[in-house]
């Protein structure tokens, strides 16, 4: 089955400093890459997904690269900012098994120092 | 829309005790779906759905039950409770196309003792 791994686990970043976090995934059938954001007691919330059609998406501050061959999608936020601060997750969706599941990595908890 | 609902929020399990997370949803959301939150750590799949009558086993389902007989309800059993399942649950829907949009319910924090 698939198989998603996230890094780094924690990053700490300036206020106005750029974050990166990346995720490989196994399955080379998925083809819909999801990031949620989780704040503390919170559930997690969609910020931004890629599909496997697309290499780049962004969001303001927020982008999203996929690289299909070498099976990796990373999340960029730039200027970051302290209400970034939470647990980032990257998924993997198997399109062709038609049950839209996603399989999680492990999270990466961002720390955004004023 | 009250979007996907979870019951109880918070609820603390004595060790063999048995209960059911109740989970429903008003989008007409054709998928759903059980994950499970260790502390520090991802969200592990327990069980999903694709429609009424339909469920399977997802990453980690040892030692739960679900059962899907309509469209809006998914409710999650806990058979005989041990610690290892002292974690937060977190109930999910999305339309019926890959790709779309998983949302999620606030979340039932369970603790066994």
């Known amino acids: 089955g698939e198989n998603v791994e996230q890094h780094p686990s924690t990053l700490s970043v300036q206020e106005g400093d750029s974050a990166v976090i990346k995720c490989t995934y196994s399955?080379?059938?998925?083809?819909?890459f999801p990031w949620y954001k989780q704040e503390l007691g919170k559930r997690p919330q969609l910020i931004i997904d890629?599909?496997?059609?697309?290499g780049e998406k962004k969001d303001q501050r927020i982008a999203v690269t996929l690289n299909k061959t070498a099976k990796h999608f990373s999340l960029h936020i730039t200027e970051t900012q302290p209400e970034d601060s939470a647990v980032y997750f990257c998924?993997?969706?198997?399109?062709?098994?038609?049950?839209?599941?996603?399989?999680f990595g492990q999270g990466t908890t961002l720390q955004v120092k004023p | 829309n009250a979007g996907v609902t979870q019951t109880p929020k918070f609820r603390i399990l004595k060790i063999g005790q048995s209960m059911t997370l109740q989970c429903t949803q008003d989008?007409?959301?054709?998928?759903m779906y059980w994950y499970r939150q260790d502390p520090g750590m991802g969200l592990k799949l327990i069980y999903y759905?694709?429609?009424?009558?339909?469920?399977d086993k997802g990453e980690v389902p040892n030692g739960y039950n679900v059962s899907r007989s309509t469209t809006e309800d998914f409710p999650l059993r806990l058979e005989l409770a041990a610690p290892s399942q002292t974690s937060v649950y977190f109930c999910?829907?999305?339309?019926?196309?890959?790709?779309?949009?998983?949302?999620f319910g606030e979340g039932s924090w369970l603790t066994v003792v």
């Open positions: 999910a829907s999305s339309l019926a196309t890959p790709g779309n949009t998983i949302y």
């Open positions: 399955d080379s059938a998925s083809n819909y």
């Open positions: 890629i599909r496997s059609n697309v």
């Open positions: 998924a993997a969706s198997h399109g062709s098994s038609n049950t839209g599941k996603l399989i």
């Open positions: 989008m007409n959301h054709n998928y």
């Open positions: 759905s694709v429609g009424a009558g339909i469920t």
